[in-house]
């Protein structure tokens, strides 16, 4: 349990290096567990991060495998340019665009992508004048004029603060490199309805002691063990609880309940803090 508790401690720290210190409130967002680990801490880490919900999909082991199969195919061209906002060529900076976006649009069609299913964004690589790094800015296609301008200035800005908890609205902004993503976009995957019925009883396997710190005190709980191939949309489970399944384990810990959603989720509610002896 102490190797547990550290691990959990641990990938606490980096939530929330990637939310709290960006300005992003985990109590916002559900957590979602991935990969054969995932589900067995994510429920003490929601209790630790705040997160309101854990949601624990169809098959959490393969879900970057799944990923791939629906992920778009994207070819990504760079230009140097160097442009200061306070003197910009417009038109240089509109023409190194367009060849980019030529040669995007060339390698997905001869990769057989249809018009439809092409996409061509734009990107910048912005900084404030004298910075030694950059940033990248989603930025509008089209004519670059004031409108243009204006946008991208305050698209860099929100997006620096963010990064950096800082923005320098005085300071003349630069542009080393122009970016252009071609994207040939993938059918959605089909995800089945899951089969509605039943209690959950059919699903359960066995019941016996499961160690958990319980009120601050480590000790074994009587704990229900569910297959998860035989739940159904609408089952409720409550904890503690054990769901089984080929590529990994969900840990719902005491004082918690979760649901079974029409896509065969796992949603586990996780309570305030003080209200979960766990």
Not at 20 to 28: E, L, S, T
Not at 88 to 107: I, K, M, N, T
Not at 220 to 227: A, G, I, L, Q, S
Request: some cysteine; aromatic content about 8%.
């Amino acid at each position: 349990m102490g190797a547990v508790q550290i691990l959990s401690h641990s990938m606490v720290q980096s939530i929330e290096e990637n939310s709290v210190r960006k300005g992003f409130d985990p109590r916002d967002f559900a957590l979602v567990a991935e990969g054969g680990a995932g589900p067995l801490f994510a429920a003490q880490i929601a209790l630790e991060a705040g997160t309101p919900w854990v949601v624990v999909p169809n098959y959490p082991g393969v879900t970057a495998a799944l990923g791939l199969l629906a992920t778009d195919m994207v070819y990504e061209y760079v230009s140097t340019v160097y442009q200061r906002f306070s003197t910009l060529d417009a038109a240089a900076l509109q023409s190194g665009f367009e060849e980019l976006e030529e040669q995007a649009r060339r390698q997905l069609e001869e990769d057989g992508l249809p018009a439809d299913r092409i996409l061509i964004q734009r990107v910048a690589d912005c900084r404030y004048l004298g910075q030694g790094y950059e940033l990248r800015v989603d930025v509008p296609s089209g004519a670059i004029d004031d409108k243009w301008l204006k946008k991208v200035r305050a698209d860099f800005d929100d997006i620096h603060e963010r990064e950096y908890s800082r923005r320098f609205e005085d300071s003349d902004m630069e542009i080393p490199n122009v970016r252009v993503r071609g994207i040939g976009l993938m059918p959605a995957l089909e995800v089945p309805e899951t089969e509605a019925g039943g209690s959950g009883e059919d699903a359960l396997r066995f019941e016996r002691d499961a160690w958990f710190r319980v009120g601050g005190e480590l000790k074994p709980v009587p704990t229900r063990f569910y297959d998860r191939a035989a739940l159904k949309a609408g089952n409720e489970l409550e904890g503690p609880a054990i769901v089984n399944q080929y590529d990994s384990t969900t840990v719902i810990p005491p004082g918690l309940t979760a649901k079974i959603d029409r896509f065969g989720n796992v949603v586990i509610a996780i309570a305030v803090r003080e209200e979960v002896p766990a």
